[in-house]
């Protein structure tokens, strides 16, 4: 397969982006299945972000088990939530 530079639009700050054929080939060797969203900037602003001090943590009941959990992000009402416990046992029959 070809690859050829495209310009996509940030999501954040709206500013277009080169989408190179290198990073294209690597995407594609790497198995990602979706273009980045996000100018370099957005990126490495959004990392240094993540990486400062504790995360906020949300209080959910597992789906699972239906013991309280807390969980780094907040929870969607369409999507079930699991403990710790109940997410690695869910996570082992995904690799199966």
Same mark, same amino acid.
């Given at each position: 397969m070809e690859f050829?530079?495209?310009v996509l639009t940030c999501r954040d700050c709206g500013a277009e982006f080169t989408f190179t054929a290198g990073e294209q080939e690597f995407y594609?060797?790497?198995g990602f299945q979706h273009e980045p969203v996000r100018c370099r900037d957005c990126r490495?602003? %959004?990392? %240094?972000?993540r990486n400062e001090?504790?995360?906020?943590m949300h209080s959910v009941?597992?789906?699972?088990c239906g013991r309280e959990a807390e969980v780094p992000f907040k929870p969607r009402e369409d999507r079930p939530v699991y403990? %710790?416990?109940c997410f690695?046992?869910?996570?082992?029959s995904w690799g199966a």
């Open positions: 050829k530079d495209k594609a060797e790497k490495m602003a %959004r990392k %240094r972000q001090g504790p995360r906020e009941i597992c789906s699972a403990c %710790r416990e690695e046992a869910q996570k082992s």
